[in-house]
């Protein structure tokens, strides 16, 4: 055959060919490369190692890359639908965990209102711990996640429920996904919609709210990727010496032939669903136990996920043996339940002053009032007495988990409603009705509580209102109109948010109801916070109301801070009192009786199988142009003479167990690492391994053992603070301190860019004996 010639256009055209190809491969290379470069500036990673387990090895010298602190790699959404495996008795089980802790500076701290209380360091991350469960043949499913932060805001729900509908299309929905905060007051605030909680959080941050929907959708994706054939156990027992009533004294206004009925007046039972697969090995633990997350008191400048993430963390740590906090593959989630007027400050109330009792009506002293009654923990300060709560509330869940033989069988099922909370009906009996109000906080509202003072001479009880106060609300906000006042009786108005709407409302009108049931149990998901006899009122109707549908002896779980925040819910007899819990019951006396009437039609639909007859009701907004951060963005800067991560005070030669290490370096601002994740810890504490010559990552910022502080200086100048307290368990050898950071940098009239940085070791010798 005739050898082929090209002609000169013919060598030409292949020519433009062969250098239009390279160009487009070298282009998409570096776009792969710079997507995951620390100059990326423009969102999250796209690329990310896998996580570094205990004892994983630093090579000294080289850059720490670490991957999502989660329990496995989220799924890719080219990934397909796993295969479910049907000839099977007992569930598909899959658990997930990821980080959504947010900013960790610059932002304020979710729960006690006060003012100047924000971040400036971590003393733990948060995460979103995800469980999946659904029927072997697939056809049913639910989910339910437990998120560290104060509460889910209803934004925070609609935006995490659209992503999950854009993946899976119907799989998750509104029904069958609840979310439940664990209501750490120690997580950061802003990632709200209505008015009042956007001026508690001082605006809205953007930055925090992707942080927390990509880690809470994460985690549902992690359990999505892992199901498995597995079995499900239930067992209840009560946690004693963690908890006290904060307003025993409205509790007693509860009629005394219900208080007669219960031993306590706080709920002290704990419910634990321990999960297995087929094999019986372990997958993961939920728990639902009724207490304040407040062992951090409104001092705490640190983010952390306060006594419930404590014993989460150390269940974790004993299954994950190996692993550094926030990976493996076990997930223990401790979540919120009718926690509204229950502390774990067990030493009570007591004048600072004086040392004398304060347990009153009015949670006031004589000198001072209510801002010197405070409610004290256990420990000597406020770290230990979160940890003390934490290992009783630990040891409880591991004691029912070892014991646990009571299978959960049964279908799953879930049904939902949205309800315009301003304007139910209620049935008071066959004759006479009652309605709830529009949102209204009482002049308790202002007071806070003995877990965390109010910053104005406020005092709890206060059933009238004060003219001084009336007057200035009247000049700024306008005056309430007589009917928000007349149906919130006796409850003094303070604000009247229900009738304010600048710029957004203030308060949220739609509010979702929902329960999912797995078998025999079922799990009432409460948009707020419910006092103990409210939640005991409930779980006693839904149980009552599926009993009468044909469904008896029900397990009947109240989980708290779920899928929208409205404050607390007292029962009607409580509200009379006006303490701060009742005060801030924003629909008024009849909320509870209110909340039990739908979720007794939630239950009777659950029972005569009628959900697909339930209307869905009317569908709340989601706000756009909310109010901006009030703390500004500002360029990082570094000494003259000095760059990021330089050490200005390097750690001692040498320490003893029991010590603690601290090192300060020249810092920038940990925000800036909300917005670039190219390094998943702010710091690591290292082993070197001799025989390796290798350097073994011990702690990162996720451990108990270290706190990261961040002190903010002038002009973009800062300083970044590492400790270590060091534990009887560490073993003694050379180690080092490391500092991971982001420093924002713009120049003249261009965009912000955010780098990566790394600090120069501070090594040191821990030794056992001096």
């Known amino acids: 055959m005739a050898k082929r010639t090209f002609s000169t256009l013919e060598i030409f055209l292949i020519f433009l060919l062969v250098m239009m190809t390279g160009i487009t491969v070298a282009l998409l290379s570096l776009l792969f490369i710079t997507s995951g470069t620390i100059e990326n500036h423009t969102g999250f990673p796209t690329t990310q190692s896998p996580p570094a387990t205990q004892g994983s090895t630093a090579p000294q010298g080289s850059v720490l890359t670490q991957g999502p602190t989660s329990a496995q790699a989220s799924p890719t959404p080219s990934t397909p639908e796993p295969t479910l495996f049907q000839n099977f008795s007992g569930y598909h089980i899959g658990v997930g965990r990821a980080d959504c802790t947010g900013q960790v500076a610059d932002i304020t701290l979710m729960g006690f209102s006060k003012t100047g209380q924000n971040a400036q360091g971590i003393l733990t991350r948060l995460y979103s711990r995800a469980f999946i469960m659904a029927e072997p043949d697939g056809s049913n499913r639910v989910v339910f996640v437990s998120i560290e932060i104060g509460m889910v805001s209803q934004r925070l729900r609609l935006e995490v429920l659209n992503r999950l509908q854009n993946k899976y299309g119907s799989l998750y929905r509104r029904d069958n996904v609840i979310l439940s905060g664990t209501h750490t007051h120690s997580g950061p605030a802003g990632f709200f919609q209505y008015t009042t909680f956007v001026i508690a959080s001082e605006g809205f941050s953007n930055r925090t709210f992707e942080y927390m929907v990509t880690g809470i959708v994460k985690s549902i994706e992690i359990a999505h990727a892992n199901m498995k054939p597995g079995k499900i156990f239930i067992n209840k027992g009560n946690v004693d010496g963690a ?4 307003s025993p004294s409205s509790y007693l206004w509860n009629p005394q032939s219900e208080r007669a009925r219960y031993s306590s007046n706080t709920d002290k039972e704990m419910v634990l669903l321990k999960m297995v697969d087929l094999n019986g090995d372990d997958l993961g633990l939920i728990s639902w136990f009724a207490i304040h997350p407040v062992s951090m008191n409104n001092t705490n400048h640190l983010v952390n996920s306060d006594n419930m993430g404590y014993a989460s963390y150390l269940f974790e740590q004993e299954k994950n043996k190996g692993y550094l906090p926030g990976e493996g593959p076990y997930v223990a989630a401790f979540s919120s339940s009718n926690l509204g007027d ?10 600072i002053n004086t040392g004398e009792s304060c347990d009153n009506a009015n949670s006031t002293c004589p000198i001072g009032g209510s801002s010197t009654c405070i409610a004290m923990g256990p420990g000597q300060d406020m770290f230990d007495s979160t940890q003390i709560i934490g290992r009783i509330i630990y040891e409880k869940a591991k004691e029912l988990y070892a014991s646990a033989s009571q299978e959960v069988t049964g279908p799953l099922a879930s049904a939902h409603q949205w309800v315009n909370m301003t304007d139910v009906t209620v049935w008071l009996n066959s004759t006479h009705t009652a309605k709830t109000c529009k949102p209204a906080l009482g002049y308790s509202f202002a007071a806070g509580t003995i877990d965390g003072f109010g910053t104005l001479n406020f005092t709890q009880g206060a059933t009238e209102g004060d003219p001084l ?5 009247d000049q700024l906000l306008g005056t309430p109109s007589e009917e928000i006042k ?63 549908y044909g469904m008896p002896n029900m397990t009947v779980v109240i989980s708290g801070l779920c899928n929208v925040y409205t404050h607390y819910i007292t029962t009607y007899e409580e509200y009379q009192a006006q303490r701060y819990e009742a005060a801030s019951t924003i629909y008024g006396p009849h909320t509870l009786s209110a909340y039990i009437q739908l979720f007794r039609v939630l239950a009777k639909a659950i029972a005569t199988d009628t959900v697909a007859n339930l209307s869905s009701g009317p569908e709340p907004p989601f706000f756009t142009g909310l109010m901006a951060p009030l703390i500004l963005d500002v360029v990082d800067r570094a000494p003259a003479g000095t760059t990021f991560g330089d050490i200005l005070q390097p750690a001692n030669p040498k320490y003893g167990v029991g010590e603690v290490v601290e090192v300060t370096f020249v810092g920038a601002n940990p925000k800036n690492s909300a917005e670039n994740r190219t390094h998943q810890t702010f710091l690591t504490v290292e082993k070197y391994e001799a025989t390796s010559a290798t350097w073994q990552i011990m702690y990162n910022d996720a451990s108990w053992e270290t706190r990261f502080y961040w002190h903010k200086g002038s002009w973009g ?6 400790q270590w307290h060091i534990p009887d368990t560490a073993q003694p050898g050379t180690y080092r301190i490391r500092y991971f950071g982001h420093n924002r940098k713009q120049d003249l009239l261009k965009t912000a860019v955010i780098f990566s940085f790394e600090s120069t070791p501070s090594t040191f010798e821990v030794v056992t004996t001096w």
Do not use: Y
């Open 243 to 246: 908890q006290i009533n904060r």
């Open 342 to 351: 229950v502390s774990p400050n067990i030493l009570g109330p007591h004048c």
């Open 469 to 473: 106060w009336d007057s200035v609300r």
């Open 486 to 548: 007349e149906c919130h009786k006796p409850k003094p108005i303070l604000l009247h948010t229900g009738e304010l709407s600048k710029p957004h409302p203030w308060h949220p009108a739609i509010v979702d109801v929902q329960i999912i049931t797995l078998g025999f149990l079922a799990i009432t998901a409460i948009p707020g916070e419910f006092t103990t006899m409210s939640g005991r009122r409930l779980r006693a109707a839904v149980r009552e109301e599926f009993a009468t």
């Open 717 to 722: 100048l800062s300083n970044a603070t590492i």
